[in-house]
């Protein structure tokens, strides 16, 4: 499959500071970023997404950004609180658009 | 809702038994996912269908089978299990392509 790469695979920041994740992909057909959130031993559950036609997205303290030229994608968490502790997954559209390929995933903690 | 109900939550196999891990949604959605979790990897697509009668194969789908009979079921087969298959397995669905997956509990599969 196409190659989602995420980086850090690890992040500890302090609380109230701000995190960014960094996700690249090699498909230039990919449309659609959505960001997942998964605690321990929980499901993956949608955090925010963002659509190929729109270059950044924020909801609250979580915001996403698109750059489609260089093909890489971020998710910014501001005033970090010890509850945003958590493996964050990116992902992109497959280019046959029916299913996403995941990044491995980033573990942040947030320490008070 | 319940959204997505996956059964059985935890499994212990022996080697070359079978199984099937069961997975029902109950918000209508068309295109249903399978994908399996290992230990700080990211999620790996092994099935998917985009409707009660079609199914295709995503980037890990060698030992495993689905069936599509209906809207709410996408069922996944282990024929002959192996230790390689010992995962943590999420069943998602979504209204369309492109659109948020929502994920079950997941199950989680030991074969010993």
């Known amino acids: 499959g196409e190659n989602v790469e995420q980086h850090p695979s690890t992040l500890s920041v302090q609380e109230g500071d701000s995190a960014v994740i960094k996700c690249t992909y090699s498909?230039?057909?990919?449309?659609?970023f959505p960001w997942y959130k998964q605690e321990l031993g929980k499901r993956p559950q949608l955090i925010i997404d963002?659509?190929?036609?729109?270059g950044e997205k924020k909801d609250q303290r979580i915001a996403v950004t698109l750059n489609k030229t260089a093909k890489h994608f971020s998710l910014h968490i501001t005033e970090t609180q010890p509850e945003d502790s958590a493996v964050y997954f990116c992902a992109a559209s497959m280019n046959s658009g029916y299913a996403l390929n995941f990044g491995k995933g980033t573990s942040l903690l947030v320490t008070p | 809702n319940a959204g997505v109900t996956q059964t059985p939550k935890f499994r212990i196999l022996k080697i070359g038994q079978s199984m099937t891990l069961q997975c029902t949604q109950d918000m209508n959605h068309n295109y249903m996912y399978w994908y399996r979790q290992d230990p700080g990897m990211g999620l790996k697509l092994i099935y998917y269908?985009?409707?009660?009668?079609?199914?295709d194969k995503g980037e890990v789908p060698n030992g495993y089978n689905v069936s599509r009979s209906t809207t709410e079921d996408f069922p996944l087969r282990l024929e002959l299990a192996a230790p390689s298959q010992t995962s943590v397995y999420f069943c998602?669905?979504?209204?369309?392509?492109?659109?948020?997956?929502?994920f079950g509990d997941g199950t989680r599969l030991s074969i010993l």
């Open positions: 498909d230039s057909a990919s449309n659609y």
């Open positions: 269908s985009v409707g009660a009668g079609i199914t």
């Open positions: 963002i659509r190929s036609n729109v």
């Open positions: 998602a669905s979504s209204d369309s392509y492109n659109q948020p997956q929502h």
